[in-house]
């Protein structure tokens, strides 16, 4: 089976520096996605990652551990519109299906 | 970048009817698109992979006869929740993955969503 794992809720300051985790233990992997959900729409892709490291992509930055099952998304300079769902999706190594954590919502305060 | 649309964006139905949601890749063709369910406040869970010339794969738990999903062609998927009833209420959001090119990372482009409420 698949379980992956984050925080519910976290609540951060604007111009702050956040970091949402998240654990895996999946049959497969073949990557580990970050997806930004405001409420009501559909997920937007923030970051990809495969290989061990860090990604960086402006303020928005992942890191993976691939022997450790983990990962985390940093949000730097936070702002009051990074207020939303993050989920974090583990990609199947078989089948390329997308597997999704629970989210966790992001409270930005001012 | 790569959009997917859904049809409808919204739809009301009598508990016992049949609605169906239409997926589309509007600028890259996908093999596979992918069906989803979210509840309130809950991550997405995934329903089904639907392939572009075969049946679909349904996850566990989830009826095939209950959500019936075709993929017509490289560019539409459609599920149809059939004898809907008020336990379907939720929000089913589709996404499609673009026919691999070289060098390309793969990933999921994901619908707007479409919101079903059956009363």
């Known amino acids: 089976g698949q379980n992956i794992d984050q925080p519910t809720e976290m609540t951060a300051t604007e111009g702050a520096i956040v970091q949402i985790n998240c654990t895996y233990q999946t049959s497969g992997f073949n990557g580990l996605f970050w997806y930004q959900q405001h409420a009501g729409e559909a997920p937007t892709f923030l970051s990809y990652?495969?290989?061990?490291g860090l990604e960086e992509k402006g303020r928005f930055s992942s890191f993976l551990s691939r022997s450790k099952g983990y990962s985390y998304l940093l949000l730097k300079e936070l702002q009051m519109k990074d207020s939303a769902s993050y989920l974090c999706?583990?990609?199947?190594?078989?089948?390329?299906?997308?597997?999704f954590g629970s989210g966790t919502k992001l409270n930005v305060k001012p | 970048g790569a959009v997917v649309s859904q049809h409808p964006s919204r739809v009301i139905c009598k508990s016992g009817t049949s609605v169906k949601i239409e997926c589309r890749s509007l600028?890259?063709?996908?093999?596979?698109m992918f069906w989803y369910r979210q509840f309130p406040k809950k991550s997405l869970m995934l329903m089904a992979t639907s392939n572009e010339g075969s049946k679909a794969t349904y996850e566990q738990g989830v009826e095939k006869d209950k959500f019936l999903i075709n993929h017509a062609s490289l560019t539409l998927s459609t599920l149809t929740v059939t004898s809907a009833h008020p336990e379907d209420s939720s929000f089913y959001i589709c996404?499609?993955?673009?026919?691999?090119?070289?060098?390309?990372?793969?990933?999921?482009?994901f619908g707007p969503g479409t919101r079903l409420t059956v009363l």
């Open positions: 996404s499609a993955r673009p026919i691999e090119t070289s060098g390309r990372k793969i990933e999921q482009f």
């Open positions: 990652n495969v290989l061990d």
């Open positions: 999706a583990v990609r199947d190594g078989n089948f390329n299906k997308f597997y």
């Open positions: 600028d890259f063709q996908a093999t596979t």
